[in-house]
């Protein structure tokens, strides 16, 4: 499904991304962890699209086709979903109105008429319940006010109405509580599915814990380091990522 | 990130679609100002000897007085004798029937989305069209009249009914009141008039549509409406002009007057040329809109959208005269490319319990202006009176300009101002994040400035919420690449 071959990615002043490499299969779930500073969230918003960044080397393929040109909107119809760390606060724009405009912006992509009203309503219910958020949230405009915890909840409601092919976490689980970590876990382990993937960008195990990874990559300097399975994420837990730094160096 | 700016920069570019121009013989005079030019106009309209002296003393009044300075706009001196005063497009004097009414002014309003055709007239919607100087036709004026309401050309209204015009004309905005009354007062053609009985709940919003059209002509309109003793009465306001390279004059006064328990509600769509991108041409719109709650529990409340006009001076108040009396203003403006707009509030405290809201929302792009100027006055007698103001301007792009003047005076000690002001930028994360979701770069702007403007638009009637959406959207529309 993504395929990410030699990626170099820069800001203005500083190289971030030194030759990535990756391989996401349908039906998997990848964790990418590291230390700050590694280059876990620019590889995610890279594939997202944010324009902050310039590939200077390499290419993304999702699906075959050549990701770096498109744009993000058109990432985002194809299926490609990012969930913010920090997500951002519309003012005025109620949080169901933007559900449904983004969801109908996607079936417009590909043709098909906006969704009905009953059945948006249905969905949204039933997602409501599993994530265990109050209807009333629904009226709020988008992310004001919401604390931490609402907030990232808010980004995995968006990711189960959208139901995206490729699905990038980032750093969802920070700031959360044990409860609230089970409840994204249960939503992101709810899309899971044999045409699905998912990439969990996390800086600690504990969320590996409730998604368990098919692999496990570990990103320094802007390259992985050490690919392996579950283990290596305890494995990290144990010894830091201190001894990392040596292995990026060389 | 800069890539990002110039697409901001592009949202700044807007189209404007009702720039046609309607090709009808005129009957116009000369362009200039004087005694006579003033005389020729009430002559036209065939005037009561009272209104051409009431004219005449605005007029003598008016050239004693200077422009005004102290706005935060700029532009090249005007030349009041370059203008057109009186243009009225050649048809029979009196017309009988929509029937008679040129097909060519029939056409403009349609293009204009205003159909005055009785068979396809706006549903609920009673329609006064004010083409360059002069009404051309009003619609259901008789299921209006059953009802007592009066609604006409204001022309006609000095005719039919001398009695209430006399009686309330610069009773709100006294010809001296500024420069721009004062011009208004002694050349002023038509508007509309608008007279709610006692009691009388107005079956249906009541709406004038103006249009300018002549090259070099000013438009002078002239509105009154009075609301007697619990009646109210929900009117609307739309304009629109043709492209032009040359600036043209609108100068217009709208008085209000609400009697015990009465309500007007006064809604407005401002949508005047605004120019082209390099800030040539368009409307210089210099408005004096005030509103007086004579009565006790009487309350009127101005909504307004300004999404047109190269430089916009208009402070729509309120006098709250009678005990608890209540006053309103919900504002959006709109400021892109070289748009200039200096706009606000007055909300004058008299009587006791009084209250005011002031809900004001400043949007610029491209190298556009926005200056709110609001006042709140609590007078002596204004006991337990309350005022709350809110300001909010949002950036688009960063070569445009916000700025916020409020002016606040009490008193009477029980009175209470409050007054909250932000200023926002629409945020490339903002867009970054709804472009992530699936909207395009367009929509994701649009729901940002929608959002902005939230508060105003639930407070317009429901088809003109609709198209202050749309003509907001087109404001900021770019050929984004």
């Known amino acids: ?250 | 990130m800069t890539s990002e700016n110039a697409m901001l920069e592009e949202f700044a570019q807007r189209e404007y679609e009702h720039g046609f121009v309607t090709d009808i013989e005129a009957d116009a005079i000369a362009p200039g100002l004087s005694e006579d030019v003033v005389r020729l106009i009430s002559s036209k309209k065939n005037e009561p000897d009272w209104l051409l002296e009431w004219r005449l003393k605005a007029y003598r009044h008016w050239v004693t007085l200077d422009e005004p300075k102290w706005h935060n706009v700029k532009y090249p001196p005007i030349d009041y004798q370059a203008s057109v005063y009186y243009s009225a497009p050649k048809q029979k004097p009196k017309l009988n029937s929509l029937d008679e009414v040129d097909p060519a002014l029939l056409e403009t309003y349609e293009k204009l989305g205003i159909p005055l055709h009785e068979q396809k007239v706006l549903a609920n919607v009673a329609v006064d069209a004010v083409f360059d100087s002069v009404s051309i036709a009003t619609t259901y004026r008789e299921t209006l009249e059953k009802h007592g309401v009066i609604f006409r050309p204001f022309s006609e209204a000095v005719h039919d009914h001398p009695e209430l015009v006399k009686k309330y004309l610069g009773s709100v905005v006294p010809y001296g009141d500024n420069f721009y009354a004062a011009l208004n007062s002694a050349v002023f053609s038509d508007g509309s008039f608008c007279y709610i009985p006692k009691g009388v709940r107005c079956p249906m919003e009541l709406s004038t549509y103006f249009r300018i059209n002549a090259q070099n002509t000013g438009q002078f309109e002239r509105t009154l409406i009075v609301a007697e003793e619990g009646a109210y009465v929900s009117y609307l306001e739309g304009c629109t002009a043709p492209k032009r390279d040359e600036h043209q004059l609108h100068a217009a006064v709208v008085e209000l007057v609400a009697l015990d328990d009465a309500e007007i509600k006064y809604s407005t769509v401002q949508n005047w040329y605004p120019g082209d991108a390099e800030g040539k041409g368009g409307i210089y719109n210099f408005v004096t809109k005030r509103g007086a709650c004579r009565g006790e529990n009487s309350k009127i409340s101005w909504t307004q959208v300004e999404t047109g006009s190269a430089i916009t001076w208009k402070y729509p108040s309120v006098i709250l005269q009678g005990d608890n009396s209540v006053g309103e203003f919900y504002s959006v403006a709109v400021t892109a490319n070289h748009q200039q707009a200096d706009t606000g509030t007055k909300m004058i405290h008299i009587g006791k319990n009084t209250k005011s809201t002031i809900i004001s929302k400043g949007i610029s792009a491209g190298v556009g202006q926005n200056s709110y100027r609001g006042e709140v006055k609590m007078m002596k007698g204004a006991a337990n009176a309350r005022n709350f103001s809110q300001c909010d301007s949002l950036l688009i792009g960063d070569r445009c300009g916000a700025h916020t003047f409020p002016y606040i005076e009490v008193r009477n000690t029980t009175a209470k101002v409050e007054h909250e002001a932000s200023t926002s930028k629409v945020g490339e994360d903002q867009i970054y994040y709804l472009r992530q979701r699936g909207l395009s770069t367009e929509d994701a702007v649009n729901m940002i400035v929608n959002g902005f403007c939230k508060e105003v638009y639930d407070v317009l009637p429901m088809e003109f919420a609709i198209e202050a959406r749309k003509l907001l959207s087109v404001s900021l529309e770019g050929s984004v690449g």
Do not use: C
């Open chain 1, 1 to 250: 499904m993504l395929e990410i071959k030699n990626l170099h990615a820069r800001t203005t002043d500083t190289e971030i991304l030194r030759g990535i490499n990756l391989k996401v299969a349908a039906g998997e779930v990848h964790a990418i962890m590291g230390p700050n500073g590694s280059g876990k969230s620019t590889l995610a918003h890279v594939i997202a699209g944010r324009d902050d960044y310039e590939v200077t080397e390499g290419e993304i393929l999702y699906n075959g086709k050549d990701l770096l040109d498109m744009e993000i909107e058109e990432r985002a119809a194809e299926g490609v979903f990012l969930a913010y760390q920090y997500p951002v606060e519309i003012s005025g724009v109620s949080n169901k109105y933007f559900l449904r405009t983004a969801m109908n912006s996607i079936r417009k992509h590909h043709d098909q008429p906006p969704i009905k009203r009953t059945e948006f309503l249905e969905l949204l219910k039933e997602n409501l319940s599993r994530l265990g958020m109050d209807k009333g949230m629904m009226d709020r405009s988008v992310n004001e006010g919401f604390s931490g915890g609402e907030k990232k909840r808010n980004e995995i409601l968006q990711m189960a109405m959208l139901q995206p092919k490729l699905a990038v976490l980032d750093e969802t689980d920070s700031g959360l509580d044990i409860d609230a970590l089970k409840i994204v876990a249960d939503g992101v382990n709810a899309l899971r599915s044999p045409e699905r993937a998912t990439i969990v960008v996390t800086h600690y195990q504990r969320l590996l814990d409730y998604i368990v990874p098919d692999k496990v990559h570990v990103l320094a300097g802007g390259k992985i380091v050490r690919s392996g399975d579950k283990a290596l994420a305890l494995e990290l837990e144990d010894k830091g990522y201190a001894f990392l730094q040596e292995l990026a160096a060389t």
